[in-house]
């Protein structure tokens, strides 16, 4: 076997390793990093600080439903707590010791928003303009990543409550508005009296659009024009909502937690049981 063989042999065997070392790094895993060091799964408290007024807590209860303790004692809008959970867990490609950083000139000292899970706190900086990503610390460490959570995090309370009219479970046995009075008999019978009475059908009908309603908006309650009141009953509480409306807007309030739901005007009838077609029997 001549030189020039051995050498050929030789950039053959050298090309073959080398393809095959690139071909298992590009395939090896990367170890992904993370804003923190915090499971979601571990996460029981979330606390968003407020540097004027009270801070909003939540608290995830043992059937995992996650309640606002303050300002307002209700059940959290599922998808916006999972969206803060999610910051967490944020993919970041590196972090920065903070020892030698000045964390005021990234508007982190003071910041302009936390966030606290657990006992781990997330503080939001400013944008930087030249990738428009936002300067983050956590743990200890900066970090600077795309994130669309900072005006979730700044926004008031209102925006964190859920959407439905009703509590989950509910078991509804009376329902009272300014026309209309159905209620659970011991039997398990309904009983519709009132200005307009409800068959059966419209009865049921009038459970499910309830049980099923959501507003479009929960905003801090206002003081307004009263149209009447409805009550909803199950056999441990009353909810008492004040009713008003706009041109575009059915509006139920509850004063007593200090909150009310803004719903499209169509479901007025929904939710009044199309008293202008009830029948006479009940």
């Known amino acids: 076997m001549n ?7 030789g950039l053959f065997i050298f090309l073959a390793l080398a393809i095959t070392f690139f071909i298992n790094q590009k395939n090896k895993p990367h170890d992904i990093q993370y804003l923190s060091s ?10 968003i600080p407020r540097p004027k007024g009270r ?5 995830k209860n043992k059937q995992g439903v996650w309640i606002m303790l303050t300002p307002f004692l209700i059940k959290a809008h599922p998808f ?11 993919p970041i490609k590196k972090s920065h010791a903070i020892d030698t950083l000045n964390l005021a000139d990234y508007a982190l000292s003071p910041p ?6 657990n006992n781990t706190e997330i503080a939001f900086g400013k944008i930087n303009p030249m990738n428009n990503q936002r300067y983050l610390l956590a743990e200890n460490k900066m970090a600077l990543a795309q994130e669309q959570i900072y005006p979730l995090v700044s926004a008031q309370a209102v925006s964190f409550i859920n959407l439905a009219l009703l509590p989950d ?4 046995t009376r329902i009272q508005s300014p026309v209309i009075n159905i209620q ?12 307009h009475i409800l068959n059966a059908d419209q009865i049921q009908e009038l459970l499910q659009n309830w049980l099923s309603a959501q507003a479009f908006a929960v905003h801090k309650y206002m003081p307004r024009k009263n149209l009447g009141k409805l009550k909803i009953s199950d056999n441990k509480s009353t909810i008492t909502y004040e009713i008003t409306e706009n041109d575009s807007v059915l509006i139920l309030a509850v004063p ?7 719903l499209d005007i169509s479901l007025k009838q929904l939710l009044f049981a199309h008293v202008e077609q009830a029948a006479p029997n009940a």
């Not at 801070?55 to 608290?59: A, C, L, P, T, V």
């Not at 479970?169 to 509804?172: A, L, S």
């Open 3 to 9: 030189s020039r063989i051995l050498v050929n042999l």
């Open 38 to 47: 915090l499971k979601i799964d571990t996460i029981t408290d979330i606390e």
């Open 55 to 59: 801070s909003i807590k939540f608290r």
């Open 80 to 90: 916006r707590i999972q969206t803060l959970l999610n910051l967490a867990q944020l």
């Open 112 to 117: 302009r928003a936390r966030i606290k899970f």
């Open 169 to 172: 479970g509910i078991k509804i």
């Open 184 to 195: 659970k008999t011991r039997d398990g019978k309904w009983n519709s009296t009132g200005k």
């Open 256 to 262: 007593n937690i200090g909150i009310e739901y803004h």
